[in-house]
Structures are given as structure tokens and as C-alpha cells.
């Protein structure tokens, strides 16, 4: 699928600033739509939408269709009338550049329970709501039995729950393609172990084998993720019609999807059950393109981008190219001394491409700069200052606004697309990474904070925008 040059930003919206100690989907983001906007952007990147189980993680979901409460606007729900300003007298003082999950939980989920509640007694919104169920009940039904022994809180609380967001949320897209941003959502390839679909559709998983990456740059002992690996065989015989529908739902909700772990598709990373780390796993056959094809024979053209990096061999390449799915670089992999490091350079890129500056799983470009924080278990000081000298050599820089630098050698690229985290806009340090693969605690918090976005940030990115052509 043929993707229009373009540049775009990367930012979850738990990380948008507000007083309730995590980003929603209402007024602020809106207000970062109108910033895109005004910058020349084209493209709002996320991370998945999902609640959240172990560590936080957006790629650790309870379910593959549902929404994050935690995001649901609690200025939309003044405005609708189903709290009021005394409800939230009592609100902690959440800190301005981080989430506590824990704290915003127990602070947030009873506000959402007694919207609830005023929502049911008030009869209003009783044809939306039954439409909306009907609608979803596919997935629906069985994530708000799997949510509601989980938690204490009633099935038609949960219904709610998901009715609200996903009517903020498509009334934010609405909002972002009325301006000419599209939304990039992101499909982790997994579920995890602890979530509905596994719990409501167990025939579709191995319970031998659970999901990992090998050592690879990030980690010298690899990445286990834990995640049941699928039973692809059982999946093709029933059509993969769970991939379809989980497609189908996803591209209503967004307008591109970065499908991570794209490799997994062709061969997969599986690691026996209750290993401590992922080095003792094994390669294994995933679908290849027979998912592909079906999908594509269901849904029509795919606006799907491949994260293909890491170790790619050229059946992975084969698949991505047959269906025309561009592929991800980034930059900060490009200044090695070892030759793969090329294939990251912007004299090599293909048109066909997605370049980013960093991922959310890599340090900021600042703090990769003055630190190497979170590589360092692969690269030494001295290669991490022989990295330094090759990039100020290629980008033609001091290094004194190395995330400018970094910035404007992807938007003069012929790469189609352009795609830069916040935080390089912003030029933060090693404390604004979102997370450190390996690492168990402590990530998926970031948030900027209000006042840090400014006006001149949006004029230099639309200056580059349009001296680029995006």
C-alpha cells in the first residue's frame, strides 16, 4: 500500500499532560491534535490502546479489543453530567511528568463507577448504549465476564466503561481526520496470558511454550515476554477469523497500524514454559503470508507498517514485500562501526520505508547522546563515543542539538514517512524514555508537562515539513 510522504509524532496519550495523573482523551488531546496541526504534521503514532495488566505495559493488555479506561476524559463526563465538580474535590496531588498507575487507579476507577451508575439511572443514552453492545458483543461479552472477576466492579460497569471510551475515542479521531491527521495505531503480535481472549478462547494458544525475542541489541540474554505463543495450526483451520475480526476492529479505530513484532509472523521466538530468561528458546513456523492473504481477501488493502528490526531474514523481507508493507528504520541505529549499521543511514533508505529517529523502546536521542543508557549492556564507552564521532561525521553537527540534527536528516530522506517521539522534539534526556526492554518496573510513565510544548517546537517542525515536502 502506497503511503503519502509525510512526518508525524510519537506519543501515547496516557503521556498527554492534565491534572488527573495520567492523560485522557479529552480537551488535551484535542488541544495536541490542534499542535500537530500547526506543526505540519500528518500523523498522531500511539502505542495500544488497551487496559493494562503486569508492568503497565500497553504490549501486556487484558484484551485485544478493549479500551483503557484509565483514558477515559473526566471533563467529558462533567460536561455530560455524570460527575460533578465535587466529585473530584478530593483529588491526590498527582505528579506532572509521571504516571502512578497504582494511585490513579484507586483514585479514578470509583469516579468511573459512579458515572456509571448516574449513567444507568438516568436512561439517557439507552439506545446508544444497547447499539453499542450489540455492536461489540463479539469480543465484548467476554471481556467484561473475564474484567469482572478480576476486579470489583459489575459486568454492565464495565460495559460503560467501554461504551465511554470508545465513543471519546472515535469522537477524537473524528476530531485528528477533520484536520488532516491520521492516527497510527499499534497491534502487539501477542496477547497476554493474563487476558480475555486467552481465557475465553484457549484453543487458539500453547500453554507449553510462551513468547520471547534472542539476545539481540538490546538485551544479551534476549527478551521473554511470557506471552502463550499461538497454536497457528488451529487458527488456520478456523479461518483465522479471530485475526480478522481483531483487524476489522482495529482499523476502525485508527487510520495506519505499526504491527510490532512483525518477523513472528513467518518464525517465532518460543521459549519452554517457566524459563528464567529467553536464551534457551527455539525457532518455530508461524502462518507467513496465508494470514496475509486472508486478511487481505476480508478487509481489502492493509495499511500496515512491519516492524522489522532486529535480526530479519529475507523470508520475513519476501512476505513484507509481497503485500507492500513498508518496513521501520531508525537513526540511532545507524552510527555503528559494524556494517549492518548502513542499512540505518538515510543514504540507504528505500522510499518505501517508515524512519523514525528512535522507538519508545530506545534511550531519547539526548540521552542515547550524553549516556548510552540502556545499551550499555552491548556497547562500551569507547564504542559508544566511536557511535558519537561517526554520527557527528555523516550529520554534519557538533552534537550540540544532536536531536534537531537527528530530526532533520530523516525529513530530508526519501523515506515516505517520518516519525518522531516527543521527547526528540522536545530534546529531553534519559529521564523522558518511555521504556527499557528487560527492565520490569518503572516504564510506560512519561509525561510531558503543560507549557513544555511551544510554539516555536511547532514552527520548526512545519518549516521542515515543508521545505521536505511532507
Excluded at 484507586?106 to 449513567?119: G, M, S, V, Y
Excluded at 465513543?167 to 497510527?184: G, H, T
Excluded at 517465532?268 to 525457532?283: K, L
Excluded at 537527528?406 to 523522558?432: K, M, N, W, Y
Aim: glycine share 10%.
Amino acid at each position: 500500500m502506497k503511503f503519502a510522504r509525510s512526518s508525524g509524532i510519537l506519543l501515547h496519550p496516557t503521556s498527554l499532560p492534565g491534572p488527573n495523573g495520567i492523560g485522557e482523551i479529552g480537551p488535551s488531546a484535542r488541544k495536541w491534535v490542534d499542535f500537530l496541526a500547526g506543526a505540519g504534521q500528518k500523523i498522531w503514532q500511539i502505542l495500544p490502546l488497551g487496559p493494562t495488566g503486569f508492568g503497565d505495559s500497553p504490549y501486556q493488555s487484558f484484551s485485544g479489543f478493549a479500551g483503557n479506561p484509565l483514558m477515559i476524559s473526566l471533563d467529558r463526563l462533567l460536561e455530560q453530567g455524570y460527575l460533578k465538580d465535587t466529585d473530584l474535590a478530593g483529588r491526590p496531588g498527582f505528579p506532572a511528568d509521571r504516571v502512578h498507575f497504582g494511585a490513579v487507579m484507586q483514585w479514578k476507577f470509583p469516579l468511573l463507577t459512579l458515572a456509571a451508575d448516574r449513567f444507568c439511572q438516568s436512561g439517557r443514552e439507552r439506545d446508544a448504549f444497547t447499539e453499542f453492545q450489540a455492536a461489540h458483543s463479539g469480543w465484548l461479552d467476554g471481556y467484561v465476564k473475564f474484567m469482572a472477576a478480576k476486579q470489583p466492579y459489575p459486568e454492565v460497569v464495565q460495559r460503560y466503561w467501554q461504551f465511554e471510551f470508545f465513543r471519546q475515542w472515535m469522537d477524537l479521531k473524528r476530531y485528528a481526520n477533520d484536520r488532516e491527521i491520521r492516527i497510527m495505531g499499534d497491534m502487539p503480535i501477542y496477547v497476554s496470558g493474563d487476558s480475555a481472549d486467552h481465557a475465553s478462547r484457549p484453543e487458539m494458544f500453547r500453554e507449553d511454550f510462551v513468547s520471547g525475542v534472542p539476545p539481540d541489541y538490546f538485551s544479551a540474554t534476549g527478551q521473554l515476554w511470557g506471552n502463550p505463543v499461538y497454536d497457528w495450526d488451529a487458527m488456520a483451520r478456523a479461518g483465522f477469523q479471530w485475526w480478522v475480526d481483531r483487524f476489522r476492529h482495529t482499523l476502525a479505530m485508527v487510520d495506519l497500524v505499526r504491527l510490532d513484532h512483525f518477523r513472528g509472523f513467518e518464525a517465532f521466538w518460543q521459549v519452554p514454559a517457566g524459563s528464567a530468561t529467553a536464551i534457551d528458546g527455539e525457532w518455530a513456523s508461524g502462518p507467513g503470508a496465508s494470514l496475509f492473504r486472508v486478511l487481505e481477501s476480508r478487509l481489502g488493502p492493509l495499511p500496515i507498517i512491519a516492524e522489522n528490526l532486529g535480526v530479519i531474514t529475507p523470508e520475513v523481507e519476501a512476505i513484507r514485500m509481497q503485500f507492500g508493507f513498508p518496513g521501520m528504520t531508525v537513526l540511532q541505529f545507524a552510527f555503528g562501526a559494524d556494517a549492518s549499521s548502513s542499512i540505518f543511514r538515510p543514504h540507504n533508505y528505500p522510499r518505501e520505508v517508515v524512519a523514525y529517529t528512535g522507538t519508545h523502546d530506545n534511550d531519547t536521542t539526548v540521552g542515547w547522546w550524553n549516556s548510552g543508557a540502556g545499551i550499555e549492556t552491548t556497547l562500551s564507552a569507547g564504542q559508544l563515543q566511536q557511535e558519537h564521532e561517526i554520527a557527528c561525521r555523516y550529520l554534519r553537527c557538533d552534537g550540540r542539538e544532536i536531536h534537531w540534527s537527528f530530526i532533520e536528516a530523516i525529513s530530508a530522506s526519501v523515506a515516505d514517512t517520518v516519525l518522531i517521539p516527543l521527547q526528540d522534539v522536545l530534546g529531553l534526556g534519559s529521564e523522558a524514555r518511555m521504556n527499557l526492554p528487560g527492565r520490569s518496573d518503572g516504564n510506560w510513565q512519561w509525561r510531558f508537562e503543560k507549557g513544555m510544548v511551544k510554539s516555536s517546537h511547532a514552527a520548526r517542525l512545519k518549516e521542515l515539513a515543508e521545505l521536505y515536502g511532507r
